[in-house]
C-alpha cells in the first residue's frame, strides 16, 4: 500500500508542471481568421476543439476556413 501511494506522488510530481509560471505556457503564436476575427493562441486548439487540415492548420470553428497563423509579438517585426 505505502509503496504503491509513493510510486503515485513521485509520477504525479513529475508529470505535473506548473501551468502558470508568469503565462510562459509554451504559446507561439495565435490562429486568425481574418473573416470571422477570430483568434485562437496555438497552444488552445486542442482545448478548443477546432477542427484540422490535412497538414495540420486548425479552422475557424465559424466558417471553417483555413486560420492563418501569427506568431507571438517579438518574433517578427509587423511594421
Ligand atoms: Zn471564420
Known amino acids: 500500500m ?6 503515485t506522488e513521485v509520477l504525479s510530481a513529475s508529470t ?4 502558470d509560471e508568469g503565462g510562459d505556457d ?4 495565435a ?8 483568434r485562437v493562441r496555438d497552444v488552445a ?8 487540415t490535412g497538414d495540420g492548420t486548425p479552422r475557424c470553428p465559424d466558417c ?4 492563418r497563423f501569427e506568431r ?8
Open 31 to 38: 490562429y486568425w481568421c481574418d473573416d470571422c476575427g477570430v
Open 26 to 29: 509554451g504559446s507561439s503564436g
Open 72 to 79: 507571438a509579438a517579438g518574433s517578427s517585426c509587423a511594421c
Open 45 to 52: 486548439v486542442d482545448e478548443e476543439g477546432l477542427d484540422r
Open 64 to 67: 471553417g476556413g483555413e486560420m
Open 2 to 7: 505505502g509503496l504503491i501511494d509513493t510510486v
Open 16 to 19: 505535473t508542471r506548473a501551468p
